[in-house]
């Protein structure tokens, strides 16, 4: 997953964006509260959670951003739980319980910031569409594409998990085809973000 940003990050700098990569697993926080500070009428949070913990500022530099890209990898057919706090923060406070004159959530957030996630998963495509992933983690991308405009999403399969198997209690892997997997298409997933890291800056400088 972090080589995969990097890529994205070299591909938006090439671009000629200025970026950040933050990792989540550097700070304590949890995920939304239900609270509904950012529910009040009049509120003045606009968008920023009202819990003060160390995502707060983390969460302003995202809000200041005019593009966004979330790693995670997949445990048990879902992101980690520290994105889905993450994301859980991020999200709802931008998200309207009121309606438009077409019965839409309210745009909280007139500015388009382009969104993508990044997605790792130990497993191979064929059982991911088994299980549905494209849809499971589909869902998040979708919330995130409403909120703040448009979301795309790459999802990377039968990664490479560790760097000696006989380690580890990992016998259902077929290490030779993984070995296969890494040396021929992990290459072709990172040329694909370094693609989405200049896309997604493209569009977020053309918008400014």
């Known amino acids: 997953t972090a080589k995969l940003l990097d890529k994205v990050q070299e591909g938006a700098q090439a671009a000629g964006a200025d970026t950040k990569i933050i990792h ?3 700070f304590q926080y949890q995920g939304c509260k239900s609270c509904f500070a950012c529910k009040l009428k009049n509120s003045k949070t606009d968008g920023l959670c009202a819990i003060r913990d160390d995502l707060r500022p983390v969460l302003q530099e995202v809000l200041a951003a005019d593009s966004i890209v979330i790693g995670s990898p997949v445990y048990f057919a879902m992101p980690t739980g520290q994105v889905r706090s993450f994301f859980e923060r991020l999200a709802f406070p931008n998200f309207s319980y009121d309606l438009d004159e077409k ?3 309210r745009k909280i957030r007139e500015r388009k910031i382009p969104t993508a996630f ?3 998963m130990g497993c191979p495509p064929e059982y991911a569409k088994q299980l549905n992933y494209d849809t499971l983690l589909g869902i998040t991308g979708d919330f995130l594409g409403n909120i703040f405009g448009e979301n795309e999403q790459l999802l990377v399969y039968d990664t490479y998990q560790f760097t000696d198997y006989t380690k580890y209690a990992a016998g259902s892997a077929d290490v ?3 070995e296969k ?8 997933s990172l040329a694909a973000a370094y693609e989405l890291g200049q896309r997604l800056a493209q569009k977020a400088i053309s918008d400014i």
């Not at 997997?181 to 072709?188: A, H, L, N, Q, S």
């Open 24 to 26: 989540l697993y550097d």
């Open 103 to 105: 019965g839409m959530p």
């Open 181 to 188: 997997v890494k040396e021929t298409e992990f290459p072709r």
């Open 118 to 120: 990044i997605y790792t």
């Open 176 to 178: 030779s085809h993984k």
